[in-house]
């Protein structure tokens, strides 16, 4: 069964680089660095770890029906959509991915990656301990991604970007986490 869901995992985020090329590494190194970080959580179990990683796998579902100009687009820049079709890349995620129902847990986390920590993000206007740990990781390692893929940002000015938004957009403590993630890699 776990073999079966890497795989549907594997042809999915083959999909997703098919659409969007060059995602498939930026998703892989999201992956790597959001489980490190869940894994230093005492209260996320083995079975939310295997969530988190799959939802950050599957994170940039979404953004499939974008139209070509808007792919290499971050989704939200400074807590805000980029254009107004951003607005449904998570509520697009959701329906996707919960479609099958052992993904349901990664669904809702992926759901939620752009709420921002002060609850002025996007759909639900979550905030800080209301949106789902996993959301809150993956949405520090995937915002540090696409802005070192989509703007070629280097690594230290990505990651004073985070520092610079921490309580607003972020959890300090992923933040911090994710730094610590970044000197180690």
Avoid: C
Wanted: glycine share 2%; hydrophobic share 40%; aromatic share 10%.
């Amino acid at each position: 069964l776990e073999r079966d869901i890497q795989d549907m995992t594997k042809l999915a985020v083959k999909f997703i680089q098919a659409r969007i090329p060059a995602s498939y590494e930026m998703l892989r190194l999201t992956s790597q660095a959001a489980v490190w970080i869940a894994k230093i959580f005492d209260e996320l179990e083995e079975e939310d770890i295997r969530d988190i990683e799959l939802a950050s796998y599957l994170s940039q579902v979404g953004r499939i029906f974008l139209p070509d100009e808007l792919l290499k687009k971050a989704v939200m820049i400074d807590g805000t959509p980029t254009d107004n079709l951003m607005y449904q890349v998570p509520v697009s995620a959701k329906e996707i991915v919960s479609s099958v129902r052992r993904f349901s847990d990664a669904a809702d986390i992926i759901h939620h990656i752009y709420e921002n920590f002060d609850g002025s993000g996007i759909p639900d206007r979550k905030q800080s301990w209301q949106i789902p740990m996993g959301s809150r990781i993956i949405r520090v390692a995937l915002d540090y991604f696409e802005s070192r893929y989509f703007s070629n940002t280097p690594p230290l000015e990505a990651m004073q970007n985070l520092h610079r938004e921490e309580s607003r957009l972020y959890d300090p403590r992923i933040v911090t986490l994710m730094d610590q993630w970044v000197r180690s890699n």
